[in-house]
């Protein structure tokens, strides 16, 4: 079954930098555009970055755009979103989410063109 696995989730001070992981299990990412959205109570999921690695497409939400970077991490087969100086307002539930079709990042980057979801990180920014 094709599933995205998200990892490294936690507690990060304002300022800081962290890390998530995107893992694919039952699949690989060749083919694919890799997605990371974020939500928060009451909001509607926002997409946030996304990377097809057989196209050479990369997008940013503008809100993250020069803080965040998002890559593969060709030694273990996952797609990373890097984020630094993290902010108050980038606290959230992280997503990490696929499409096949199209395989180019969609723009606008919505919820609704990526079928497969992973079951989402915490992201708690705090002094």
């Known amino acids: 079954q094709l599933q995205p696995v998200e990892s490294g989730g936690g507690l990060v001070r304002p300022g800081g930098t962290h890390r998530l992981s995107c893992a694919a299990s039952?699949?690989?990412?060749?083919?694919?555009?890799i997605a990371w959205f974020r939500q928060v109570p009451g909001k509607e999921r926002e997409g946030v970055s996304c990377?097809?690695?057989?196209?050479?497409?990369?997008y940013y939400a503008p809100s993250v755009k020069g803080r965040f970077t998002i890559a593969e991490d060709t030694a273990d087969n996952s797609v990373y979103l890097q984020m630094n100086n993290l902010q108050d307002e980038d606290a959230a539930v992280y997503y990490c989410?696929?499409?096949?079709?199209?395989?180019?990042?969609?723009?606008?980057?919505?919820?609704?063109?990526?079928?497969?979801w992973g079951q989402g990180v915490r992201v708690t920014v705090s002094s």
């Open positions: 989410a696929a499409t096949s079709r199209p395989r180019r990042c969609p723009r606008p980057l919505v919820v609704q063109e990526f079928p497969y």
């Open positions: 990377i097809s690695i057989s196209e050479g497409d990369i």
């Open positions: 039952g699949f690989t990412f060749d083919y694919y555009a």
